[in-house]
Nanobody, 124 residues
Framework: VQLQAFGGGLVQPGGSLRLSCAAS????????IAWFRQAPGKEREGVSC????????LYADSVKGRFTISRDNAKNTAYLQMDMLKPEDTAVHYC??????????????????WGKGTLVTVSS
C-alpha cells in the first residue's frame, strides 16, 4: 500500500493549487481518504476527508469555502483543490487512508497509511 502526495509549491496569497494523492496497492474506491497539514512548530491538523461510500465530505472550519476535496476512483487518485490561499495555509500537506470507509471523524489516529508530504508555501 502506498500513497503519494504531490502538487505543492510556492503561490501568492489569493492563488490556487491542486494537490493530488495517488494510491497504489489497494483500490481507492473502498477507502475514505483524508488530507492533513503540519506547519512549522505546530501539530498536524485535519484539513478534509472524503468518504468512499457516498462521497460525503468534511472540512476544517479554516478551509471551508476555499478548499474542495474530490476523488477519481478510476484513476485511483484523490485531490485537494485549494483556492483563495492565505499565508496561514503554508504547511506540509499529507494524504492518508482512513481505517474506515466513512469519514464521521478523521483524526490522525484513525489513519492507517500516510503518503509523504508535499510543501505548500503561500507568500508574496
Amino acid at each position: 500500500v502506498q500513497l503519494q502526495a504531490f502538487g505543492g509549491g510556492l503561490v501568492q496569497p489569493g492563488g490556487s493549487l491542486r494537490l493530488s494523492c495517488a494510491a497504489s496497492g489497494f483500490p481507492l474506491i473502498y477507502s475514505a481518504i483524508a488530507w492533513f497539514r503540519q506547519a512549522p512548530g505546530k501539530e498536524r491538523e485535519g484539513v478534509s476527508c472524503i468518504s468512499s461510500s457516498d462521497g460525503r465530505v468534511l472540512y476544517a472550519d479554516s478551509v471551508k469555502g476555499r478548499f474542495t476535496i474530490s476523488r477519481d476512483n478510476a484513476k485511483n487518485t484523490a485531490y485537494l483543490q485549494m483556492d483563495m490561499l492565505k499565508p496561514e495555509d503554508t504547511a506540509v500537506h499529507y494524504c492518508a487512508r482512513h481505517r474506515q470507509y466513512y469519514c464521521s471523524d478523521y483524526g490522525p489516529g484513525l489513519m492507517d497509511y500516510w503518503g509523504k508530504g508535499t510543501l505548500v508555501t503561500v507568500s508574496s
